[in-house]
Every structure is written in C-alpha cells, then in structure tokens.
C-alpha cells in the first residue's frame, strides 16, 4: 500500500520579516557542505589555501546558479526563452538544471584555475568529491517539495507515494486509460496514481553512493584526470539508470520511446568519463603525494 506524500510547508523557517525556504536552505547546506569537505582535503593535500578554497567555492556557486539557470532555459525551455528572453531571469517560476549546473562549475573552475595558475583538472579532481553531497540536498529539496515525482507503478511496494502536487498528471493518465482506476486512490475529489520517489533514489545514489565512491577513490593519489573522470562516470550511469523512475518532463517525448532528455544529456558524461580515465592512466601525471 503506497502512502501519501507528506506535504511540507515549503517555508522551513518563518520569522515574519524573513521566510526561510526549504529548497534554498538545502542550497545554503550544499555550499556550506562543499566549503567543509573542500576545507578539509585542502588540509590534507597542502595545495590550496583557506583562501583558495572560500574563492572555490564562490566560483562554483556562481557556476551552480548561473549555469543551472541558464541551462534549464536552453535545454529545456528554450521556445518560451526565444518567445520571451526575459524569461530566463523568472527565477521565482523555478528551473534549475543539473547538467547546466555541472556546465558552468566547469567553466568557473576554468576561471579559478588561471587564477591560481593551477591546471584546470587539477582543480577538478580536487573539487569533484565535494560535490555529491550538495547533490543530495538538492534532491531531498526535490522531494519536500514535491516536485519531480517518479513515475507510475503498477507493483505493489510500500514505499511508493502519492504527490498531490501530480494530481493533474495523474487526471489525465486516467483519462487515457481508465484501467489506471484499479490502482487510483481517491482524495476528496481527485485520483491519485502510485509513483516511485524518484528523488530519494537519486538523492540515495547521486548523493551517497557517489560521495563514498568518489572519497573513498581520491583518498589516495590518482592520476590527473582519474577523479573527475570517475564523477563522470558514476554520475553519468547514475542518473541513466534512475531516469527509469523518474516521470519525464511535461511536454517532451520519450527519444526512440524510452530515452528521457536526462538520459540524453547524460550519456555525453558517461562517454568523456571512459576516455578521461584512459587518459589520465597513460599520462600517469599525479599532481599531489601523501606525506
């Protein structure tokens, strides 16, 4: 039996004058969490300052939010952005991208990089450990929210939800195909549908599972390009495989019937991941030893 979404108040702190959003909470918790980690690995490796680190981290904050923002917009939305530009500075209407977000870190650790007169994936490995923790609170951003919900399931397992916040999703599916009323729970006067909490499993293996994988594999001197490399790989299959339980974007069709846009954009991670990790191998450059 599926249970019902809990329904969060999306403000988690109200003091009156100020309104302290869950979502931009879990925001404030993945910076803060990125500046710890990255704190502590600078310590241990002994080539970046406390000051590289706090400018680290503000330029994959720019990155994360400008990227974020303007990848969603063109990858997702791009007609609304051609038929009205100001669009893309409608932040309060939400939209935010994973894979723009990745882009524009990737392009402010370029900046940081020559900043710091530092190779760039020098960088990049050394940040790439730092990140799947924000990850994680993004999703569970996702899922108090209530957004982003998983798709329908005809299985019957206890940790499958109803989101009221899909009920129009829901409306219409029934609607196409009423034997969808046999596993349809009534609330007031609308039909429910079960779903996968997609977010919690790509909160679990985007956020956890990575972060251990990737600490645990840069706990040790690897070759430039090995980390970054392996972030690829593991976020790249990650995300693919967990697509499967999510709910597709409204207005966009599945690619050959079962491919979502996630999956697309993914896979371009998945392939630069494999040719990284044979190229950091073969140059065999370590930029750092342990003492």
């Known amino acids: 039996m599926a249970i019902t979404h809990p329904q969060f108040n999306p403000v988690a702190l109200d003091l009156g004058f100020l309104q302290v959003h869950w979502y931009g909470l879990m925001y404030l918790l993945a910076f803060l969490s990125a500046y710890l980690l990255a704190t502590f690995w600078g310590k241990k490796r002994g080539d970046f300052t406390g000051e590289a680190v706090s400018d680290l981290i503000f330029f994959g904050a720019m990155g994360v939010i400008?990227?974020?923002?303007?990848?969603?917009?063109?990858?997702?939305?791009?007609?609304?952005?051609?038929?009205?530009?100001?669009?893309?500075?409608?932040?309060?209407?939400?939209?935010m991208s994973f894979h723009g977000g990745f882009m524009g870190v990737v392009v402010a650790m370029f900046f940081f990089a020559k900043k710091y007169k530092k190779s760039p994936f020098t960088v990049l490995d050394f940040v790439a450990p730092c990140v799947p923790l924000g990850l994680l609170f993004g999703r569970i951003g996702n899922f108090i929210n209530g957004e982003l919900w998983g798709r329908v399931s005809h299985g019957d397992y206890a940790h499958l939800m109803y989101f009221p916040q899909a009920v129009s999703a829901d409306h219409d599916l029934i609607n196409a195909d009423q034997s969808l009323h046999a596993i349809a729970h009534q609330m007031g006067e609308y039909y429910l549908l079960p779903r996968h909490p997609s977010q919690l499993y790509q909160a679990f293996s985007e956020g956890v599972l990575l972060f251990i994988l990737l600490w645990w594999f840069s706990s040790k001197p690897r070759p430039r390009y090995a980390v970054s490399a392996l972030f690829l790989l593991g976020y790249g299959c990650s995300r693919f495989t967990t697509e499967f339980f999510r709910q597709p974007d409204v207005g966009y069709e599945l690619i050959f019937g079962w491919m979502s846009k996630g999956q697309l954009y993914s896979l371009p991670m998945i392939i630069a991941g494999v040719i990284l990790l044979v190229l950091a191998y073969k140059k065999n450059i370590y930029d750092w030893q342990k003492a």
Not at 66 to 71: C, F, N, Y
Not at 82 to 91: M, R
């Open 66 to 95: 400008l990227g974020g923002r303007i990848g969603y917009v063109i990858l997702y939305n791009f007609s609304e952005f051609l038929a009205n530009p100001a669009y893309l500075f409608k932040v309060w209407e939400g939209g």
